[in-house]
């Protein structure tokens, strides 16, 4: 029996093993192997050419903002989900979760319904006032703030149900305003649960592909994100560059990861949202 | 998304006080403001989609299912989404049971690898699966612009969902139960089927819903990988961003509201099975 049990678990173990190298690892790799085939010409030359340079610091422009407003979107919401009661309170945090099943081309076809400047239902009124959302950087922001909406809800309101109001409460009793109640009791305790959100959501707007590419529509150039310039230019025989430009986009979120594992053990064992203080 | 998995299995946790007051005045304004830019985002947006669909009545669907590539498309799509659903209920559940019970060098590498697919931008995910096992890969097979190349992207998005939902649910799960069953003579395959995986069907179904949903949705790593042939390697995804490209508005939208039907139809038969599953377990 010892020994069936043993041989149990070096089966399943190399199974486990053999499926994630085959699947993820060994691919992965071989991206990085792909890009330095012919040493660092091919980067050089991905990062010499203005489009890539556009491409990666629009895609980061883009992420930050989306992350900050889904930053103060996120917690607000998780505030009101947890601490307030209202009607449609279940159904709007049903609704919330809405963006995680639904495919990136059907959020690029959504926005471009409502905002497109000749047919949407608000484009046309806006391209009137001189403000463009499809087919512009607006657009793209809505559409990565579209796909990450839930994450940081996701991460804030377990955490917020858990640590209970109860010292909230006490610094409200001691004469806290609400401003000072959330930055000195509310937010050291939910703070870890926003990095990780904050850190996921940063990961998937870096990388957000079929929304962004349906809302920027064909207008390449001056609209272009990192990652439909990987596909441009593997479509046009640049491997190299789509190497290199993938290999930059694989680190950036392989680096998220890593910050996210080293985090994760502290968020279980945030004992008390405030420490007495002297 | 590495947690935001996480909370689907995880069993409800007991509450302190929990006591949610009326809206004050500052967050009413909140909840207003709040309210606002998730209708301008998502819900009227969303809604725009199914009215575009229903605006030529039922005539734009019926010729939205009568259209065979679209129907090949659909039939494609639902078809890999339940393999790879089935694939990862199994393996998914495996992957868990490895990275909780089992203590091997490394093991911490693998749990970082199942969230590669949930952080690697999608066409990246496409080109990455190309290096492997398109025509100028090492191992020298040609899945590129093939159904097993649909198959492959898909299994790889889709990776990390029953992985991250079973996981927290076996940590949990007391091992002293087992034991007592162990000790009570039960050999290790019915303490298997009737004390370690009634514990785990709501996770693995609750992961297994999210994995559908994900499959039938995906598009970017099929961009390059599966050649997105009409007919044959085409997914539903794709099919609706080229009538959309084509100016055949309604057609992609009616397509968008039936793959909205189809992924709340795969939760309510999911939510069913596993409370069948429930009851008898």
Same mark, same amino acid.
């Given at each position: 029996?010892?020994?069936?049990?043993?041989?149990?678990?070096?089966?399943?173990?190399?199974?486990?093993?053999?499926?994630?190298?085959?699947?993820?690892?060994?691919?992965?790799?071989?991206?990085?192997?792909?890009?330095?085939?012919?040493?660092?010409?091919?980067?050089?030359?991905?990062?010499?050419?203005?489009?890539?340079?556009?491409?990666?610091?629009?895609?980061?422009?883009?992420?930050?903002?989306?992350?900050?407003?889904?930053?103060?979107?996120?917690?607000?919401?998780?505030?009101?989900?947890?601490?307030?009661?209202?009607?449609?309170?279940?159904?709007?945090?049903?609704?919330?979760?809405?963006?995680?099943?639904?495919?990136?081309?059907?959020?690029?076809?959504?926005?471009?319904?409502?905002?497109?400047?000749?047919?949407?239902?608000?484009?046309?009124?806006?391209?009137?006032?001189?403000?463009?959302?499809?087919?512009?950087?607006?657009?793209?922001?809505?559409?990565?703030?579209?796909?990450?909406?839930?994450?940081?809800?996701?991460?804030?309101?377990?955490?917020?149900?858990?640590?209970?109001?109860?010292?909230?409460?006490?610094?409200?009793?001691?004469?806290?305003?609400?401003?000072?109640?959330?930055?000195?009791?509310?937010?050291?305790?939910?703070?870890?649960?926003?990095?990780?959100?904050?850190?996921?959501?940063?990961?998937?707007?870096?990388?957000?592909?079929?929304?962004?590419?349906?809302?920027?529509?064909?207008?390449?150039?001056?609209?272009?994100?990192?990652?439909?310039?990987?596909?441009?230019?593997?479509?046009?025989?640049?491997?190299?560059?789509?190497?290199?430009?993938?290999?930059?986009?694989?680190?950036?979120?392989?680096?998220?990861?890593?910050?996210?594992?080293?985090?994760?053990?502290?968020?279980?064992?945030?004992?008390?949202?405030?420490?007495?203080?002297? | 998304?590495?947690?935001?998995?996480?909370?689907?299995?995880?069993?409800?946790?007991?509450?302190?006080?929990?006591?949610?007051?009326?809206?004050?005045?500052?967050?009413?304004?909140?909840?207003?403001?709040?309210?606002?830019?998730?209708?301008?985002?998502?819900?009227?947006?969303?809604?725009?989609?199914?009215?575009?669909?229903?605006?030529?009545?039922?005539?734009?669907?019926?010729?939205?299912?009568?259209?065979?590539?679209?129907?090949?498309?659909?039939?494609?799509?639902?078809?890999?989404?339940?393999?790879?659903?089935?694939?990862?209920?199994?393996?998914?559940?495996?992957?868990?049971?490895?990275?909780?019970?089992?203590?091997?060098?490394?093991?911490?590498?693998?749990?970082?690898? *199942?969230?590669? +697919?949930?952080?690697? &931008?999608? !066409?990246? @995910? %496409?080109?990455? /699966?190309?290096?492997?096992? #398109?025509?100028?890969?090492?191992?020298?097979?040609?899945?590129?612009?093939?159904?097993?190349?649909?198959?492959?992207?898909?299994?790889?998005?889709?990776?990390?969902?029953?992985?991250?939902?079973?996981?927290?649910?076996?940590?949990?799960?007391?091992?002293?139960?087992?034991?007592?069953?162990?000790?009570?003579?039960?050999?290790?395959?019915?303490?298997?089927?009737? *004390?370690?995986? +009634?514990?785990?069907? &709501?996770? !693995?179904? @609750? %992961?297994?819903? /999210?994995?559908?949903?994900? #499959?039938?949705?995906?598009?970017?790593?099929?961009?390059?990988?599966?050649?997105?042939?009409?007919?044959?390697?085409?997914?539903?995804?794709?099919?609706?961003?080229?009538?959309?490209?084509?100016?055949?508005?309604?057609?992609?939208?009616?397509?968008?509201?039936?793959?909205?039907?189809?992924?709340?139809?795969?939760?309510?038969?999911?939510?069913?099975?596993?409370?069948?599953?429930?009851?008898?377990?």
């Amino acid at each position: 029996m010892g020994n069936r049990s043993r041989v149990v678990t070096w089966l399943l173990r190399l199974v486990v093993v053999g499926y994630l190298v085959m699947l993820v690892a060994w691919p992965t790799g071989l991206i990085a192997q792909n890009t330095f085939a012919d040493g660092l010409g091919g980067m050089r030359r991905a990062l010499g050419d203005p489009d890539v340079t556009h491409a990666l610091w629009l895609t980061v422009r883009v992420a930050v903002v989306a992350v900050a407003i889904n930053l103060v979107f996120g917690v607000g919401m998780s505030l009101l989900l947890v601490r307030y009661d209202f009607p449609g309170k279940r159904a709007l945090s049903a609704l919330i979760d809405l963006p995680l099943s639904v495919s990136p081309v059907v959020v690029g076809l959504a926005l471009v319904l409502v905002y497109n400047p000749r047919y949407g239902w608000f484009g046309e009124g806006l391209h009137d006032r001189g403000i463009d959302v499809v087919f512009a950087t607006p657009g793209i922001v809505m559409a990565t703030c579209f796909v990450v909406l839930p994450l940081i809800i996701r991460e804030v309101v377990p955490v917020l149900e858990e640590l209970g109001d109860d010292q909230e409460q006490a610094a409200r009793s001691l004469g806290a305003n609400g401003v000072q109640t959330f930055w000195r009791v509310t937010l050291p305790g939910i703070r870890w649960a926003i990095v990780y959100g904050v850190v996921l959501s940063l990961a998937r707007s870096l990388g957000e592909f079929g929304a962004v590419k349906i809302v920027a529509g064909r207008s390449i150039g001056n609209m272009e994100t990192a990652t439909l310039l990987v596909q441009r230019e593997y479509q046009n025989f640049h491997e190299d560059v789509a190497y290199s430009v993938s290999l930059l986009l694989v680190v950036a979120s392989v680096l998220c990861l890593v910050v996210v594992a080293i985090l994760r053990p502290s968020e279980g064992s945030h004992p008390e949202p405030i420490k007495e203080k002297k | 998304m590495a947690t935001t998995t996480l909370t689907a299995g995880r069993p409800a946790r007991k509450r302190r006080s929990a006591r949610p007051r009326a809206l004050n005045a500052s967050a009413s304004l909140g909840l207003g403001v709040g309210l606002l830019w998730f209708s301008l985002l998502v819900l009227i947006p969303l809604s725009a989609v199914v009215v575009e669909a229903s605006g030529g009545g039922w005539e734009t669907y019926r010729s939205a299912l009568t259209n065979s590539q679209t129907v090949n498309a659909l039939q494609l799509t639902v078809g890999v989404a339940v393999l790879t659903t089935v694939i990862n209920m199994v393996m998914g559940t495996v992957i868990a049971w490895v990275l909780v019970r089992d203590r091997f060098w490394g093991k911490r590498a693998l749990d970082l690898i *199942i969230d590669i +697919p949930f952080a690697m &931008p999608t !066409i990246v @995910a %496409g080109l990455v /699966l190309l290096a492997l096992y #398109g025509s100028q890969g090492p191992i020298g097979v040609e899945f590129e612009n093939t159904r097993k190349a649909v198959f492959l992207a898909i299994a790889f998005v889709t990776l990390p969902f029953i992985v991250r939902t079973v996981q927290p649910v076996l940590e949990e799960m007391e091992v002293e139960v087992e034991d007592a069953a162990a000790s009570l003579g039960a050999n290790r395959l019915t303490i298997l089927r009737r *004390i370690v995986l +009634p514990t785990l069907v &709501p996770a !693995i179904f @609750a %992961g297994a819903a /999210l994995s559908f949903a994900r #499959g039938i949705s995906e598009y970017g790593s099929l961009v390059l990988l599966s050649g997105n042939l009409p007919n044959r390697t085409e997914v539903t995804s794709y099919r609706m961003a080229s009538l959309l490209e084509g100016g055949n508005r309604p057609a992609a939208a009616a397509l968008a509201t039936i793959m909205l039907l189809v992924a709340l139809l795969a939760i309510v038969v999911l939510d069913a099975t596993q409370r069948r599953l429930a009851r008898r377990g």
